[in-house]
């Protein structure tokens, strides 16, 4: 069998090597569709399944010497940690507006392998992923840590011959672009080989082998910027913790949204901060790091105030020391009338963990009109028949609430 050849080098970027990968595409990429999918069953913990039967590989062609690392913008860099409220896009669209923010001018360093997961928005035009992968989500680790995820919270995990995740790059506009996407990996076992087949732009697949010595970067370039990725699993078990895209032209602010139905905060405490911070791309990392949560805790029959102020104030302490030089928000929930009283207790906890972390806080229960405000705000208009949600333009307004009340700027 001939196999494509490989450029693979090395950078210096974060302290860590990092295999590149250069592939050729069509100048003008066709739209894909993605095909039917199953229910993909949750994985418990990412890094315990076993390695599949070994195969026969072919060789690593080449590594070259240091190559570019990542360059991002000098404007505000915005890292946000949520649940449902914050996942569908309109709260943090609404929050661009209100700082005055061109959605075309907003991009993510860092997207989260959550590809298909119900209420979540990606900065993605499109994604597809195969039945073959694995979800598994720092806040449904039953262990408490510390956990080996990057910032996204999440992985996805395959050993399946075939197994494949599409990405289409063309959001907000359709003439977006990437000059290259760095695709964090992992293996269950370093020393055993992954072969890859990489394609870009509906151009020819390219066959990537990495061996033992690989690093957990892998960087797809191509001799113009692209807009489609597509990864296929020839061999070998592979998880996916993120996909770090550089976009062409210009790029005003960073703005990664790691929201996630759920009760999210707990990621924070599970997390293994050290391996975090060394797979940020952004190296420096945030101007300001948002933590909003409290909802899901808010519907816990057995809620009890002293157990979720230990709890969140460890998931503060481990979002300090992943990002002590920025700007640090914790945004508590909004009203919902099936749990208001204890709502105003989670924002309570909020605001005293708040000023012991040298946080804001911005309490969204009191920005909406205090306990029950619920009802009133559905008779407006901006709260939906389930009293918990928002509508559209209750997160609009909230946004507006939001960016008026505490600083989302640059240190």
């Known amino acids: 069998m001939a196999w494509a050849l490989v450029c693979l080098s090395v950078s210096a970027f974060a302290a860590a ?4 990968v250069r592939v050729s595409g069509q100048s ?14 949750p994985a418990t913990h990412p890094r ?71 209420g979540v928005r990606q900065a993605l035009h499109r994604a597809c992923v195969s039945d073959d992968w694995q979800l598994a989500l720092a806040y449904r680790t039953v262990a408490e840590g510390p956990e080996k995820y990057t910032k996204s919270m999440a992985a996805i995990r395959t050993e399946v011959a075939g197994g494949f995740v599409w990405l289409d790059f063309r959001f907000p506009e359709p003439s977006t672009r990437v000059k290259w996407a760095d695709i964090h990996f992992s293996k269950d076992h370093a020393d ?15 066959t990537v082998n990495l061996g033992a010595s690989s690093s957990h970067r892998l960087r797809v370039e191509s001799d113009r910027p692209y807009a489609t990725l597509r990864v296929r699993v020839i061999a070998g078990q592979m998880s996916i913790d993120g996909i770090a895209p550089m976009y ?3 790029v005003q602010t960073i703005l990664d949204v790691y929201s996630i139905p759920g009760a999210t905060a707990k990621g924070w405490r599970v ?25 899901n805790e808010s519907l816990d029959p057995d809620f009890k105030a002293a157990l979720y102020d230990a709890q969140l104030n460890a ?49 969204w229960q009191k920005a909406m009109g205090g306990s029950g405000a619920a ?32 600083p989302i700027k640059l240190r």
């Not at 920025?326 to 508590?332: D, E, P, T």
Request: some cysteine; charged content about 20%.
């Open 315 to 363: 998931s503060v302490m481990r979002l300090k020391k992943a990002y002590p030089r920025a700007r640090c928000i914790l945004v508590g929930p909004p009203d919902s009338q099936r749990a208001t009283g204890t709502v105003r207790l989670i924002n309570d906890s909020q605001q005293r963990l708040a000023s012991a972390h040298s946080c804001s806080h911005w309490n």
């Open 271 to 295: 997390v293994d901060t050290a391996y975090l911070r060394q797979e940020d791309p952004l190296g420096m990392g945030y101007d300001v790091v948002i933590l909003q949560s409290g909802t």
């Open 248 to 250: 062409e032209g210009k």
């Open 17 to 20: 090597d990092m295999e590149r």
């Open 48 to 118: 315990t399944a076993t390695t599949g039967a070994a195969f026969e590989e072919p060789p690593v062609l080449g590594h070259a010497t240091a190559g570019q690392g990542n360059s991002y913008p000098a404007g505000l860099k915005v890292g946000l940690w949520g649940d449902s409220h914050t996942a569908s896009g309109t709260f943090t669209d609404s929050l661009l507006e209100a700082l005055r923010v061109p959605r075309m001018l907003a991009y993510p360093s860092f997207i989260a392998p959550t590809f298909g997961l119900k």
């Open 375 to 406: 009802a009133r705000w559905q008779a407006k208009g901006w709260m939906q028949a389930d009293l918990l949600h928002l509508t559209p333009a209750g997160y609009e307004q909230s946004a507006r609430s939001l960016a008026s009340a505490v």
């Open 192 to 206: 055993r080989s992954l072969l890859l087949g990489i394609t870009v732009d509906d151009g020819a697949e390219t």
């Open 28 to 41: 003008n990429p066709g739209e894909f569709n993605c095909p039917p999918s199953r229910v993909r069953p």
